[in-house]
């Protein structure tokens, strides 16, 4: 199960953050961009590895990758964020 997050969350959502800033140019200027791309890479590391240590050690440590999903959420929030301060009309 722990697989398939890493995939969605670090490498096709990274993949559309950057696309959209490689074609708005001012969007990937903004500091906020820059706080969203690294919340981001922390919280899509810190996800599926969480998820890896519950199977392994049990429900002990589920703490890990709710913080780590709810990291990867605000970091898709400040996105929208992004994304709408930055559209043309």
Request: net charge positive; aromatic share 10%.
């Amino acid at each position: 199960p722990a697989h398939a997050h890493p995939n969605l969350i670090g490498g096709v959502l990274l993949f559309l953050f950057g696309l959209y800033y490689r074609v708005i140019p001012a969007a990937g200027r903004m500091t906020l961009a820059r706080i969203q791309g690294w919340m981001h890479i922390l919280g899509s590391v810190l996800f599926p590895a969480g998820i890896a240590v519950v199977l392994l050690k049990g429900p002990g440590y589920e703490a890990a990758p709710i913080l780590g999903s709810l990291i990867v959420v605000v970091a898709m929030a400040l996105f929208v964020v992004v994304v709408f301060r930055t559209r043309t009309a």
